[in-house]
């Protein structure tokens, strides 16, 4: 439609990339989590004078900040037919896959949070089944099993590749094993593993025993779709029999709304999502029809010895062309790593690696029509994190945030994400697009 070739070539924004260094290896995050270092005694004038600068930062955006922001229209479409009068039921969904920035849910919380204050609560949506990895965490949704489970595919995503559709699955071949969900929906799906000799579940609302229903079949995606009555529910799958159950997750959505579905990995790399079932992947991304997929990785990349730039910035490209093969209609947008540093001899330093994980990523966007946010140049730039850190916002790790940082930079991504959609609904209305 003209309106809409015309909003995308005004919002289309450019970006220079950066140049790429060599990085420097460093050992696995993963096992340095438990003895992350604890943030700096700071004085109280530095630490106000920190949180002066953060907030300098924050209100005085950059101009390159976001790039190809036209690539959102289709997104900010839905949300405006979401939004209008009278409105336009159809739920937005929107899948963020990520690395522990994202499994924490504080980043992804508050995004969540500000999109559902505005367009209405959707639902928690897709969420993992159980409770598979140590600092899985969703604020929108609380789920949890017995011990009779056994996780795989996450960040190494070893295995066959049938993890679903957030790379984790849960397995049992034991009877009277469970998983439960609360939530507040009004449908309800499960992902499972279809296999010759599947066994049997069993799904309860609370107490009341709703159906039964077999996993076995040939080998690909399962799901079994329940119309709930909306509201609060307790859902609960019990194993029936000494079979193997394979488990990916609970999709629970409300009729209409925005759902932001935070699918986060420890330790994670972008290429993980690579090794996952391609079929499968696609089925699970179609049944779901994302409005917008953001992807949120490179933090791990930056200190990864077997990358480089220009494989990185291939592989890159490739993931974005498998997305959008998967989900043609969905916007993407990826966010930047944040600005990181590493200790050396006991005196922390900025991670050169962030550098070339920057430029493979915006390089791979504009190549494949994508937006990119730049987390760390809207964050305060190369260097920044140190600031977040003497102002309470940041961990004594130099690479994650606290709670209280997380929500705010979260606020800063909501905002510069409402400000183009403004700049879109202003413009549709110029160039007479149909309310």
Known sequence: MRFCAGIAALLFLAAPPEGAEVKKSEGAAAKKKATRPAAPAVSSALRAASLRKVSDYLEDPPEQTFAQAGTLVPVFEQLFRLGSQPPDPAPVHIIHWGDSHTAADDFTGGVRDLLKARFGDGGSGFSLAGHPFLGYRRFDVHGGGTTGWVSEGLRSASGDGYFGLGGVSISTAH??????????????????????????????????????????????????????????????????????????????DKDTG???????????????????DEKMLATYLQRRNPGLIVLAYGTNEASDPNLNAEAYHAMFSALLQRLRNGAPTASILVLGPPDRWYRYKGVFRIYPGIDWVIAAQQAACRENACAFWDTRTRMGGKGAMRDWVYA???????????????????????ADIMQQYDTYKKTRQELGGPN
Do not use: K
Not at 230 to 251: D, E, I, K, N, Y
Not at 399 to 405: E, I, L, N, R
């Open 175 to 252: 009877p009277g094993q469970s998983v439960f969900i609360e939530t507040d929906c009004a449908n309800l799906e499960i992902h499972y593993l279809q296999q010759p000799g599947g066994g049997d579940l069993a799904l309860y609302d609370y107490d009341q025993r709703l159906e039964q229903f077999s996993t076995d079949g040939p080998l690909g995606p399962g799901f079994v779709r329940y119309q709930a009555s909306s509201g609060a529910h307790r859902f609960a799958l019990r194993t029936l029999t000494a079979r193997p159950v394979r488990l990916f997750g609970w999709v629970a």
């Open 392 to 414: 309470g916002l940041a961990q004594g790790d130099y690479v994650h945030f606290t709670s209280a940082g997380y929500r705010r930079l979260a606020g800063v991504l909501f």
């Open 258 to 276: 925005v759902t932001y579905e935070a699918l986060g990995i420890n330790g994670a790399e972008a290429g993980v999502i690579l090794r996952w």
